[in-house]
């Protein structure tokens, strides 16, 4: 069966670490139509919209998504509607992407590259499940008032909304309960129950669901606890689950605790297992165009497609291992090399990749 898979490059570093995935991806043997269409702000120029509808129609209509990363300094003046990131929150909520899978691994090969001692990080492995369509991000009502009374009557007021119905909390639970359950079935819910309705409500829902997973542990975690203990015992996790704010802050903290963001993949996904792979970090403009950033992360998303939303998990352990082998052989990009390992470009770690796949 054929599968369409719509690759949107977007900003920055987007377009280069994108190109070596999509080497990756038609290396494979398997039957794929892959469809470029313009995201962020490469779409703004064109069509003066970060989403266009032919994006989106593009996007709806595939199997999976692959995403480079959207953003750039100098549309921060835009419209909040324009800028380059309503792209990517556009695409979750129209695609109803309500599942954000991100792992934080660090690779024995690159255990110097994290700013923690080695033997707090060696070997770690910890996957953080972010609701991603609702919250503050989507809550409404949101927007800017003038006070009518109180003691700030008169003043403009900004202002968003934090909620959560109850069947959003429940399937993300669910996820993140599989998830743990294919692990090492300990689960631990991020919230902020000792002052918040909603999280208190999260946390009801999430001990509700538990009942149906009795083999997986869960416990539960105040958020700010949480951001102090994955810098002093990120090896005491397995699977965190959490909502969309604090998932968005427990995933970059996460993510550094490796060293290495230039590694690490995510993937997004529906009800229906669509879903949208992109790399955790950002656009990058500054090294823009010199060939120099990490295409890993966009390639160890490719696999995570695979996996997820194309159901070829043989495929996605080839790229996994194509990665391990070509760190193994001392390959590295500018953010990732130490001394004694060898310098390479995103070209040439896209060729390494591709030779490793053989
Ligand atoms: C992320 C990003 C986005 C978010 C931005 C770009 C809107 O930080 O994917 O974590 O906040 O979700
Ligand atoms: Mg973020």
């Known amino acids: 069966m054929s599968h369409k898979i719509a690759v949107l490059p977007g900003d920055g570093i987007g377009h280069e670490i994108t190109e070596q995935a999509v080497r990756v991806l ?3 043997g398997l039957d794929l139509t892959l469809e470029q269409a313009p995201v962020g702000g490469a779409a703004y120029e064109i069509h003066g919209h970060p989403l266009p509808p032919s994006t ?3 996007a709806r209509s595939s199997s999976a ?14 419209a909040r509607e324009l800028r380059p990131e309503q792209a990517i929150l556009g695409l979750r909520k129209a695609l109803g992407l309500f599942a954000n899978l991100r792992p934080a691994i660090l690779y024995p090969q690159l255990a ?8 707090i990080v060696s070997g770690l492995n910890i996957l953080i499940v972010r609701e991603l369509t609702g919250d503050i991000y989507f809550g409404q009502p949101r927007g800017v008032r003038t006070l009518e009374d109180g003691p700030f009557k008169g003043e403009r007021q900004g202002y968003d909304t934090m909620h959560y119905a109850e069947s959003e ?18 689960l631990c819910s991020v919230d902020k129950a000792n002052v918040l309705e909603t999280s208190q409500f999260w946390r009801d829902i999430m001990i509700d669901v538990a009942r149906e997973y009795p ?4 416990s539960h975690m105040y958020v700010d606890n949480a951001a102090m203990q994955l810098v002093r015992e990120p090896k005491a996790f397995d699977v965190i689950v959490t909502g969309n704010l604090f998932g968005d802050i427990l995933s970059d903290e996460a993510a550094m605790l490796t060293g290495s963001i230039g590694m690490l993949p995510s993937a997004s996904l529906n009800a229906s297992n669509q879903g949208l792979y992109e790399p955790s970090h950002g656009s990058a403009p500054d090294i823009a165009g010199k060939n ?13 497609l695979l996996r997820y939303s194309l159901n070829e998990s043989t495929q996605a352990d080839r790229i996994e291992q194509a990665v391990q082998r070509v760190l193994e052989q001392g ?9 004694g390992t060898t310098r390479v470009t995103t070209s040439q770690m896209g060729d390494a990749v591709l030779n490793a796949l053989k």
């Open 215 to 218: 083999d997986v542990e869960l």
């Open 56 to 58: 989106l129609e593009l």
């Open 331 to 339: 390959l590295r990009t500018a953010d990732i090399y130490e001394e």
């Open 65 to 78: 998504i692959l995403f480079g990363a959207v953003g750039d300094w100098k549309y921060d003046t835009l």
């Open 112 to 119: 110097n590259a994290s700013s923690l001692k080695p033997e």
């Open 292 to 304: 120099i950033a990490n295409p890993l992360a966009t390639i160890l998303s490719a696999a995570m």
């Open 169 to 186: 909390v429940r399937r993300i639970a669910h996820v993140a309960f599989q998830a743990a359950a294919k692990r090492n079935k300990r």
């Open 26 to 28: 038609s290396a494979l």
